[in-house]
């Protein structure tokens, strides 16, 4: 598949949605780096809950897959590994939801995909709402995954990576449809598989420009979050300046 062409327009608007309010400044907020004397895109961040227990190689490589895929479209990811197998199962506590810019990915093994009652040719689903509010939580079935690797003879973790992509773009775009084209089809067969392995299974441009619009409208959810919790601080400083002073 063709890579698309991406404007600087792109660059330029993200950069004024987090930086043209001086919003990043504090550590706590989404941050643009900057490397080479060039801005960087703020990053989508990821959480990930390994409930289906890969080894941390599998993990890091089915991350760097997704992270290429979305690297491609103009997208910059940031993950955080929020759950543990090793020794006592434990959460990781850095791990907190609620942003506009950060989803939620959950690897289930069959145990828990079976009870969740998705068709039987689903690699996984994101829980999306009709009132059109931002979706966050996505989970991918592990175990369709190796069923699907072993029918082609594909590497699970690259083929982890491409559904994880796929999943988060079902957040992104909002949208339960699938696509004719791009890494948003439905039913994958050897024809996608084939594309997998070369890992050359992407987004179309069409569906590269909505994600980037979707992310830019996160970012602007997350400025305006941002600036209501600033502005309460600030109110709660002018009480409490006043309290003190009577």
């Known amino acids: 598949m063709k890579r698309c062409n991406f404007q600087e327009v792109w660059l330029i608007s993200v950069w004024l949605c987090l930086g043209g309010l001086g919003l990043t400044a504090d550590p706590n907020r989404p941050t643009i780096a900057k490397s080479d004397g060039k801005p960087l895109r703020p990053p989508l961040q990821v959480f990930v809950y390994n409930y289906a227990s890969l080894s941390s190689g599998d993990l890091k490589l089915a991350i760097e897959v997704a992270t290429d895929i979305y690297r491609n479209v103009g997208i910059r990811l940031e993950w955080l590994d929020c759950y543990s197998t090793v020794g006592e199962p434990n ?4 791990c907190r939801q609620g942003k506009p ?23 996984g689903f994101a829980i999306l709402n009709d009132s059109g509010d931002l979706a966050h939580y996505a989970n991918v079935f592990y175990h369709r995954v190796e069923e699907l690797s072993g029918r082609w003879t594909s590497s699970r973790p690259v083929v982890l990576g ?53 992310f830019l409208e996160r970012c602007t959810a997350e400025v305006s979050r941002l600036s209501e919790v600033a502005e309460k601080s600030q109110v709660g400083d002018a009480s409490d300046w006043d309290r003190e002073r009577w």
């Open 162 to 214: 491409h559904v994880m992509a796929h999943e988060m773009g079902h957040l992104l775009l909002g949208a339960r449809n699938h696509s004719r084209t791009g890494l948003m089809i439905a039913n994958w067969d050897r024809a996608e598989l084939e594309q997998v392995n070369r890992r050359a299974f992407t987004f179309s441009c069409q569906q590269a420009r909505e994600i980037r619009a979707r």
């Open 101 to 123: 810019t950060r989803l939620v990915l959950r690897i289930l093994p069959r145990s828990q995909a079976e009870g969740l009652k998705q068709p039987a040719s689903a690699l």
């Open 91 to 94: 959460y990781n506590t850095e």
